[in-house]
């Protein structure tokens, strides 16, 4: 009768293994004269298990140095519980896959990011190690050489990026707990370097001369209210114009913009609610869900936007090209994110300002709202942000006129009670 701890697993075998060759090259396997001989090699053993759908996984182990201590270990194997012998069946690598194919809950754009660590990172180095096997040890190892490797080559690794790399590997180890096939995440006993997140600093008059003369330029920057209203009227005949207008004067995402749909514009009353976005899956633009429940919100449009959007609508319905989308190409197909992204970047450096981002009219946004004196609750809103936090911690950058009237207000507070004294 068949123990019910090992039911799942065959009966399994040992065999010696070498690294010797032939005249061709090639490893000659179990055909070595030499193999099973004592010091010539090493001994592994083999075994199969019943998967989920009576599918059958291989299970290898290696480096035994007789016959008898990969016996004893192939015995130890199938006295494993189910769930071990499956648990053990599996790679980092083969599990990786696995989640990330079977992982349907995520966006187009989350995916790729996801396949691109898988790809770059996570399988070259942790992808042969039996997952049941993956140690905190292993996954540090990994980060530390990511970071020497980039460091060498003259391009380091930002925090930002070994966070999300992180992340990734957090979230399928977790996926992996779930189906039993780990007690453990070895992934959250991992030490990052310390991630700072960069806060946008406004092109005052002394960074714009420093970039012209020195090419210095913050790692997020946005323009004041004349360089917004300067590079608004350098492309005020571009085709994009309109859609730019938007994401400075509401601080929508790039996604957001390129997803908008006439049937959730009212121009009667003057507002848009955002439902979706675009985001792009190799090379093509699919819809999407908002980033978060937040995001679906609805914005208010001032008179000269909406404006522009009525006679946006009137040229597409007299060029034929009026769809579904707000903002298209010339034959009426939706906008790709990067493409607009791409020609913001030209538009820019034609315009002469100084460098930001198309993410950056929407810190922009933020920041001018704030300056026109919008509280910080309208401006969460208008962002889409889940919590009062995020707005406050990133997109708040204040504008030295604010910083020079919050001082004098504290000066003159404190001077005229000086002067109420004597």
């Known amino acids: ?50 998967g989920p759908g009576h599918q059958r996984l291989r299970v290898r182990r290696g480096g035994f140095t007789t016959a008898s201590a990969a016996r004893t270990a192939l015995s130890a194997y199938r006295r494993r519980s189910d769930q071990a012998c499956i648990a053990g069946a599996w790679t980092t690598g083969r599990w990786l896959g696995h989640w990330l194919h079977t992982n349907q809950r995520v966006r187009a754009s989350t995916r790729r990011s996801y396949a691109g660590h898988i790809r770059l990172y996570l399988a070259p180095t942790l992808g042969r190690i039996p997952l049941d096997e993956l140690t905190a040890h292993d996954i540090q ?42 007690t453990t995440n070895p992934a959250t006993l991992i030490e990052l370097p310390p991630r700072v997140r960069p ?42 114009h309109t859609m730019w207008r938007l994401i400075g004067f509401t601080g929508l995402r790039r996604g957001e913009a390129c997803g908008l749909r006439w049937v959730d514009v009212d121009l009667e009353t003057e507002q848009f609610t955002v439902v979706q976005q675009l985001v792009e899956d190799n090379g093509t633009a699919v819809t999407s869900a908002p980033k978060s ?11 000269s936007t909406s404006a522009l959007l009525a006679r946006l609508r009137e040229r597409q319905l007299t060029a034929g090209t009026l769809g579904a989308y707000v903002f298209t190409d010339t034959k009426g197909q939706p906008l790709r994110p990067s493409f607009v992204t791409h020609t ?12 930001v981002r198309l993410h950056d009219l929407r810190h922009g946004a933020a920041t001018l709202a704030l300056a026109a004196g919008v509280d910080l609750r309208t401006v969460q809103d208008l ?40």
Not at 147 to 174: C, D, F, K, V
């Open 141 to 182: 190892t990994m980060i530390d050489n990511v970071i020497t490797q980039h460091t060498r080559i003259g391009r380091p690794i930002t925090p930002a990026t070994l966070a999300r790399l992180h992340a990734t590997l957090r979230s399928a180890l977790n996926s992996a707990r779930r189906h039993g096939l780990l």
């Open 1 to 50: 009768m068949t123990d019910k701890s090992t039911r799942r697993c065959s009966r399994g075998s040992v065999f010696a293994r070498c690294g010797c060759r032939g005249h061709d090259g090639r490893q000659i396997g179990s055909s070595c004269p030499q193999a099973g001989e004592r010091g010539h090699g090493s001994w592994s053993f083999e075994v199969s298990v019943s």
């Open 344 to 355: 913001f970047i030209q538009q820019v450096r034609a315009s002469g300002l100084p460098p």
């Open 199 to 240: 806060h946008p600093v406004v092109w005052t008059p002394g960074r714009v001369t420093a970039w012209r003369a020195l090419g210095e330029r913050p790692a997020v920057a946005v323009w004041t209210a004349d360089q917004l209203r300067e590079f608004l009227t350098h492309t005020e005949r571009h085709p994009m």
């Open 383 to 422: 962002l889409g942000h889940s919590t009062i936090v995020t707005t406050a911690d990133i997109y708040t950058s204040v504008l030295p006129e604010l910083q020079r009237a919050a001082v004098s207000a504290i000066a003159g507070l404190v001077l005229t009670s000086a002067a109420a004294g004597t």
């Open 293 to 303: 429940a937040a995001s679906r919100r609805v914005l208010a449009l001032d008179n």
